[in-house]
């Protein structure tokens, strides 16, 4: 018992009797090659808090990376050794004689020491280095807002256990990665390495002389320990950081004299395609007209709106433009794809105005013009398309596809059925009129007239769109029309139905119906909307007919 009590009261006298002494620096390798990192590290011979080393100094000469603190404790026949280890990354910034400054803990120095920095030599560094980093740039004179590509290869010969490589900086710039990292091999120097490759677009937003920053690769290598057992081997770690060369740029203003969009592009062109061909168009059928913008250095946000315009006569239908970016001889190349449905209500010759795009060429310095000459289209007479009328109306242009010849046969046969219903209900109508009007003594007092105006043309439309057939309610719009017509004006066209009515309801369903049929993806089409919408009108046309009776009456 008396020998633990004195062991203790040894230990513990050993503690508060132990006190720094002396602190040591020293650096991994020497010289080094620029941009290579080195680990400076830095030993106290006692338990220090971990924050007491101050590396602010090397800042101006290095880039510093992650510190690590390791604290140890030993104790042998009563003697207690302490030490605490930290352990810097350190990337000098300029090749030559690097002086190291002294670091001071608890009042005792370090020594300083020379570090001799090697310029960076594209042989002897791959060589000696089992890590670097390549950075190279598609262009290093460019416009504002112009893209080019940074492409950045991380080669390492050694086994990496983990590591990040961080983005490349430059101020006042927009900077996306494009695509996923790409791995490859390679031998260099006959040493074998493994190559990560990862490509950016750089748009820089202001003019001026700038550095473009290199990516920084930080993580650990695995390396063979000196600590070995008869059964196993262990392997340590080591703090690797490493970083590209910097790039100057040289970043140019927009010209002068452009006023209108500034598209900074090595090569802008406009391209169209047309299906059916040119000579195939017919009055009522769709025609797909596919226009492509493709764009060399530039990204997808900056491609400009395309729009068409069309003479009275067409109507036109734009669908969702397409964008597609991708890299093409390591270039950034953008396209925009948009296709117009244009539909002919009427046969004859149609002249569509050029389509112009102003765009600058950064290869030649020059404001150039993309665009699409103006073009001719004939639309010919669509001989397929049978209106149906009922009382031998003029020959008229509808705007729809080849209709059945069927559609005939099915009106007839509704119109005979309701014939005799509503000849039926008009009996009754007329019998329940002559008993009111009998129990009347001077006024007409009932004036709701169930459908007194219903005509084949609009039933049949009515039947076309509860079946959700479009093709037969497009032919039967412009009869339908016809018959509602007071003024014995001319409907021969759906334009013309729209202007006649002026209904928005019913501009809206004509127009549903059409881009289900004329669109790029034709869709089903559900007649509900169009059937309340000619409800709604004949409903009104019934009401003004009634009033107009009634005060006809004596």
């Known amino acids: 018992m008396v020998r633990i009590i004195i062991s203790l009261l040894a230990i513990s006298l050993s503690f508060h009797s132990y006190a720094l002494t002396s602190v040591s620096a020293s650096v991994d390798k020497n010289p080094v090659m620029i941009n290579e990192s080195l680990i400076l590290t830095v030993t106290a011979d006692d338990d220090i808090d971990r924050n007491a080393l101050d590396t602010s100094a090397l800042l101006t000469d290095f880039i510093v990376g992650r510190t690590s603190v390791n604290s140890q404790t030993s104790m042998v026949n009563f003697n207690t050794t302490r030490t605490t280890t930290w352990n810097t990354v350190l990337i000098p910034r300029q090749s030559g004689e690097i002086v190291i400054p002294r670091f001071e803990i608890d009042g005792v120095k370090t020594q300083a020491i020379k570090l001799n920095v090697l310029a960076a030599d594209k042989s002897v560094t791959s060589t000696q280095q089992d890590l670097f980093i390549t950075t190279q740039v598609s262009a290093t004179e460019l416009y504002v807002q112009q893209q080019i590509t940074l492409t950045v290869k991380l080669h390492f010969a050694a086994e990496l256990k983990r590591g990040s490589l961080t983005e490349p900086t430059l101020t006042g710039a927009n900077i996306l990665q494009i695509g996923k990292d790409k791995e490859s091999e390679n031998i260099i120097n006959g040493k074998r390495y493994r190559i990560i490759e990862r490509i950016y677009a750089i748009s820089p937003q202001k003019s001026g002389d700038v550095i473009l920053k290199s990516p920084i690769f930080s993580g650990e290598i695995m390396m063979p320990s000196t600590r070995r057992s008869n059964f196993l081997s262990f392997a340590d770690t080591k703090p690797v950081s ?156 509808l705007e729809n596809p080849t209709a059945p010849k069927v559609i005939e046969k099915i009106v007839i046969q509704s119109d005979n059925f309701l014939q005799w219903l509503f000849l039926g209900l008009w009996l009754l109508t007329l019998l329940a009129w002559f008993i009111s009007a009998k129990r009347a003594t001077r006024s007409v007092k009932t004036t709701k007239v169930s459908d007194p105006k219903v005509n084949n043309a609009y039933l049949a439309l009515l039947a076309a769109c509860k079946k959700n057939n479009g093709e037969l309610a497009l032919a039967n719009l412009l009869p339908w029309a016809q018959s509602q017509s007071s003024n014995n004006e001319l409907l021969t066209t759906l334009d013309s139905i729209h202007s006649h009515y002026k209904d928005t309801a019913l501009s809206n369903a004509i127009i549903e119906l059409q881009k289900s049929y004329y669109g790029k993806n034709p869709s089903q089409w559900s007649g509900n909307n169009l059937i309340d919408a000619i409800q709604n009108l004949n409903k009104q046309n019934n009401v003004k007919l009634v009033n107009t009776e009634l005060s006809l009456n004596p």
Do not use: C
Request: hydrophobic fraction near 40%; proline fraction near 10%.
């Open 242 to 397: 490493v970083i590209g060369d910097d790039i100057a740029l040289t970043i140019k203003a927009i010209p002068a004299e452009i006023t209108g969009a500034w598209l900074p592009s090595e090569l802008l062109a406009l391209h169209q395609e047309w299906q059916p061909e040119p000579s195939k168009f017919k009055v009522g059928e769709p025609i797909t007209r596919t226009i492509t913008l493709t764009a060399a250095g530039l990204s997808e946000e900056q491609l400009p709106e395309i729009t068409m315009e069309v003479p009275q006569g067409l109507k036109v239908y734009p669908d969702q433009p397409e964008l597609h970016t991708g890299l093409n001889n390591e270039r950034l190349v953008s396209q925009k794809v948009i296709n117009f449905a244009i539909v002919a209500s009427q046969a004859g010759e149609y002249q569509l105005p050029e389509i112009t795009i102003p765009w600058w060429n950064t290869v030649t310095n020059k404001a150039e013009l993309a665009k699409i000459p103006g073009q001719k289209i004939s639309v010919l007479p669509n001989t397929d398309i049978i209106p149906v009328t009922t009382q031998q109306p003029p020959s008229v242009n």
